[in-house]
Structures are given as structure tokens and as C-alpha cells.
């Protein structure tokens, strides 16, 4: 199987997630703003991301696939700046996480992008290392966060997709989630055996 950025944003997240949308096949139910508003919102923001790094291309939604690694994806959008790196950039319909009143990226969002970078790498970027990703949070009312992406942080995602497919697969239970106040906001709750059973 190939893993998705999508299934590792899902792993970094809650691992259960992956239990419930593979070992019992159920998919959440998109909301009303990623099946009508979202692209739409997208095209606007990145206009203003585009003003700032001034790129030579911006390539909506690319298919990057790894047949290597049996690793694909599509981020939102890939710029290509004026020396030929890549950036990836996410625009996520949340709020970012707010350490010592400064907005940093949330951790399932970081290695979801990290993990965009090591596709990158893989493909258009060939040998240049993928150095910053840009995450473009909606709520409460916009902001750009850069994100560093360092190699450990892409040998993070590269491990977590890994543990990702063994869970996907059966070969591994997936871990407690570590901190269960997450369970509150999680569409998958209604399905998901460990907070039925802790409920
Ligand atoms: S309800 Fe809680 S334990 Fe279950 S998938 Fe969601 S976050 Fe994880």
C-alpha cells in the first residue's frame, strides 16, 4: 500500500484514526467547508503567500508519488522560488498552536508537511534539500507560520509513515492517544473503539 500525507497528518494526530479509516473501513464525513468553501478559500490566500516569496511557479495540488518509499501525496500548493527549491504550503481551516503568545504550526500539520518535503525531495526537488514548509491558518483570523524542516523532522514523518502502513496493514495496534482531550474535536468518535470503550 501507499501511504498518504493525508494518513500521516491523520497518524500524528491519533493512530487510531488509521485503525478505524483502514482495519474498518470507515471514512469521515467531510464537513460543508472542505467540500464547498475550501478550494476557494485556498485561491485567495495564496495570492497573498505568492506576493511574499515571489516565486517562478506555483503548482496547485501536484500528485507526488515515491515508488520507492510507496509514499504519495498532494499538497496544496508547491512554489517554486527563484534559485529552484521547492516550498510546500498547507492551508489548513484551523487555528494554529500558540506557545508563549507566538502561533507555531500543530504537530500533526508539521509532519504532514515534513513529510510533503521528503516527496519533494524524491521528485521535482531531485538533490536540493526541501529546507521550509508554510502553513496558511485560517482561524481565528489568518496567519502564515514558516516551518523549518529540519532532517530530523523529516526522518520523524518518514518513521511515523512507516508505523503508519504496519497499522494500516495489522502488523501493529495503534497507541493510546496521548492526550485525550483530542477526542473532543475528533470526527471519528462516534466509531472509534478505544474512546467507546473509555468514554
Ligand atoms: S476519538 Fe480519540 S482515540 Fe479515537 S480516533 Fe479520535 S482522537 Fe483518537
Avoid at 521550509?132 to 509513515?161: D, E, M, S
Amino acid at each position: 500500500m501507499y501511504v498518504t500525507g493525508t494518513d500521516v497528518k491523520h497518524a500524528a494526530y491519533c493512530e487510531y484514526i488509521i485503525y478505524i479509516r483502514y482495519r474498518l473501513g470507515i471514512q469521515e464525513t467531510p464537513t460543508e467547508y472542505m467540500q464547498y468553501g475550501g478550494e476557494i478559500e485556498k485561491e485567495k490566500h495564496i495570492n497573498h503567500i505568492k506576493a511574499i516569496y515571489k516565486p517562478l511557479r506555483t503548482i496547485r495540488q501536484p500528485l507526488l508519488e515515491s515508488p520507492k518509499r510507496k509514499l504519495m501525496g498532494r499538497p496544496d500548493y508547491i512554489l517554486e522560488l527563484q534559485d529552484h527549491t521547492y516550498i510546500p504550503v498547507e492551508i489548513k481551516w484551523a487555528e494554529p498552536t500558540i506557545v508563549k503568545g507566538k502561533p507555531r504550526a500543530k504537530w500533526d500539520h508539521t509532519m504532514q508537511i515534513a513529510f510533503y518535503a521528503v516527496l519533494l525531495e524524491d521528485t521535482l526537488s531531485k538533490n536540493k534539500p526541501v529546507r521550509q514548509g508554510l502553513i496558511y491558518y485560517l482561524k481565528p483570523n489568518g496567519k502564515l507560520v514558516k516551518i523549518q524542516l529540519t532532517t530530523t523532522l523529516k526522518k520523524t514523518a518518514l518513521k511515523l509513515a512507516e508505523k503508519t502502513r504496519e497499522i494500516a496493514q495489522g502488523k501493529r495496534e495503534p497507541s493510546k492517544p496521548t492526550n485525550t482531550t483530542k477526542c473532543r474535536e475528533c470526527n471519528y468518535r462516534k466509531y472509534c473503539p478505544y474512546y467507546l470503550s473509555n468514554k
